[in-house]
């Protein structure tokens, strides 16, 4: 075992990830209750949204905030644009109007499920705000303008502040040097679990790709850095392809591990002394320091010379090895390698048109089948439950498996709606003052913005802070109404569970036994798509999106069998592919 491996450094990293929680938890707190207090001040009519908007478009990891910002701010003007013109178009005439809405959900739905990225971000929050303004006011169509102004103004109010709590994060300036740090501690963990695959007399190693979902994750990393400091655009190539060539090293190690030949051995042992030594290079003082990483770039460039005839794997670890080393070099200088280093493309990720097809019908029956339920009731809070629809539909439309995310929700919702009423009515009604306000929300969401961070169950922290801050309803003055209170949490709980009904009836996620033979069949169809990959980059853009298939998988179950069975099938298929010449083949000097 060696000194990375201690359970020591383990608990090292997890109280570091607690620590990154909690001061994530922090700043969007403070943020949030800073833009109440401004809107409050501001005398904007519903300060909630503020407050709100801190907390849904905060994600829990630092990055790129300026391009976040300006696609959230997009967003909102593009939904107050489509808010204000349904109404126009439909006066008085809720049905017209939600009609027209529930196709613009569905149209957002569509997009943020098929696009990556920040088209993606901007089309789910168009949806929020658009439901946001327009919700409420298709019948009184004079109202519309101002309700826009005023949802807008404090829905732009708490995008600034969030981008004040996301700049409040960073710690230094040096965003080349962040990324390529980020990058050798991948790198470490990666090589290490090399090592272990290759050694000899190591059966017991299950055959898995264990670090397939942080390196896919090392893409958004290496998006961020670039948007954060534009310099780094002359040497983007090499940037966005250190995802590829990791995963290229990992599939190389897991052929080279179950290869049968009288060569094999001796291509293990070298292999393993290569990956060992680059490892501790890494982790070493001087990993970063440009002539030590010269060195290493020469020594590699010496041993495939040597290796040039011998087994493609190892030619392809030294290839990867050659192209990190190098990219980590260039996050230094500033400066392209030389044309003789491998060069890989940046990760390709599968699009799903079924999937936001499926979304997108979901968006559509949902908003139209709960503007009827409201029809037919007259709810007076008729309004928040169509919101709560829409909100929950956009944000979880990115989720393979929803449903138990919107279940949850109930619970969430229930729980921030009775927090708050005990707030309200125990204590608040008594002690009538923003101040007194926000000092007796501030724990409560300090807690949902930590449970952000929490993975699996930060869907959870979103519901529990919307019905927190929807029945508390912060406002000037503030008043207090038990039964509109209460009935604004049934509407809660009410949408929330009515969104998990439609995600169970339309495109029903599977799950258990059924959810994993769905995900190998999809790698099957996969698989066969590789003969279609004529050259060497089309290639590695099909092996990105098997391990992203394969990620879901190990998502899905920890059991080792299935998980090597889809490492055997992402095998098998670069096996086909591997009928001609590898352009990644380091140009003559």
């Known amino acids: ?48 949204w503020a407050i709100w908007t801190v907390f849904i478009v905060s994600p829990p990891v630092r990055g790129n905030a300026l391009r976040k910002t300006a696609a959230r701010l997009a967003g909102t003007f593009i939904g107050c644009i489509v808010g204000v013109t349904a109404v126009g178009l439909f006066p008085q005439d809720r049905v017209g109007f939600y009609g027209l809405l529930s196709l613009w959900l569905g149209a957002c739905a569509y997009w943020a499920t098929l696009r ?14 658009s439901a946001v303004v327009s919700a409420g006011v298709s019948a009184a169509p004079q109202a519309v303008w101002q309700t826009a102004m005023d949802r807008g103004c404090a829905t732009v109010l708490g995008i600034l502040f969030a ?53 896919l ?79 290493q770039t020469d020594s590699l460039r010496e041993l495939l010379k040597l290796q040039r005839e011998q087994a493609p794997e190892m030619r392809e670890i030294i290839h990867a090895l050659l192209h990190l080393l190098r990219s980590l070099q260039a996050l230094l200088t500033f400066e392209p390698p030389d044309p003789s280093t491998p060069l890989y493309p940046p990760p390709r990720f599968a699009a799903r048109p079924h999937a936001a097809t499926i979304n997108m ?7 139209g089948a709960g503007f009827i339920i ?38 969430g919702s229930t729980i921030g709606g009775v927090i708050a009423l005990g707030l309200k009515y125990l204590l608040l009604v008594g002690l009538n003052d923003p101040v007194n306000l926000i000092l007796a929300l501030f724990p409560f969401l300090f807690i949902g913005a930590w449970i952000e961070t929490r993975g699996k169950i930060a869907p959870l922290a979103v519901v529990f802070t919307i019905g927190l801050l929807y029945v508390t309803e912060p406002s000037n003055p503030q008043s207090y109404d038990f039964a509109h209170d209460l009935n604004t949490l ?34 099957r169809r996969l698989r066969g798509s590789v003969l279609l990959a004529r050259t ?54």
């Not at 088209?119 to 929020?128: E, H, K, Q, R």
């Not at 002359?234 to 250190?242: A, C, D, L």
């Not at 019908?361 to 908003?367: E, H, L, N, S, T």
């Open 116 to 129: 990556q990225g920040y088209v993606s971000y901007a089309a789910s929050l168009a949806a929020f705000t």
């Open 374 to 411: 409201w029809d037919l009731t007259a709810w007076p809070q008729g309004p928040v439950f169509m919101v709560i629809i829409a909100v929950v539909i956009v944000v979880l439309v990115n989720l393979e498996d929803p449903v138990v995310a919107v279940v949850g929700g109930v619970l």
């Open 361 to 367: 019908i979901r968006a559509i029956v949902g908003v």
């Open 217 to 295: 994750a090392l893409d958004e990393s290496c998006n961020n850095s670039l948007a954060e400091r534009p310099a780094l655009s002359w040497i983007k190539p090499w940037i966005r392809g250190v995802p590829t060539a990791l995963l290229s090293l990992q599939s190389a190690v897991l052929s080279m591990r179950d290869a049968h030949s009288p060569e094999s051995p001796a291509t293990d042992r070298t292999a393993a002394e290569v990956l060992h030594g680059i490892a501790d290079f890494l982790q070493s003082g001087v990993a970063l320091e440009l002539p030590a990483l010269s060195r």
């Open 536 to 589: 060497d980059e089309q290639r590695m853009g099909w092996e990105t999106q098997m391990y992203e298939e394969l990620q879901r998988l190990q998502e899905a179950t920890r059991d080792p069998v299935y998980r090597r069975h889809g490492v055997n099938l992402l095998l098998s298929g670069l096996k086909l592919s591997k009928t001609g010449p590898s352009v990644c083949e380091p140009a003559a000097n």
């Open 490 to 523: 049934m509407a809660i709980e009410a949408g929330v569970a009515f969104t998990s009904v439609v995600f169970l009836a339309i495109g029903t996620p599977k799950k258990g036994a059924e959810r994993i033979a769905q995900l190998l069949m999809r790698m």
């Open 1 to 48: 075992m060696s000194a990375r491996e201690y359970p020591a450094d383990r608990l090292t990293e997890e109280s570091r990830q607690f620590a990154l929680g909690v001061g994530f938890a922090l700043r969007t707190t403070l943020a949030g209750m800073a833009a109440l207090f401004v809107a409050m001040w501001l005398q904007i009519d519903t300060p909630r």
């Open 163 to 215: 981008l004040f709590a996301s700049n409040l994060a960073a710690t230094t300036d040096d965003v080349p040097g962040d990324l390529a740090k980020h990058v050798c501690a991948l790198a470490i963990d990666l090589l290490d679990w090399s090592v272990k695959q290759l050694q000899a007399g190591n059966p017991t190693e299950p055959k898995d790709a264990p670090l397939t979902a942080k390196i």
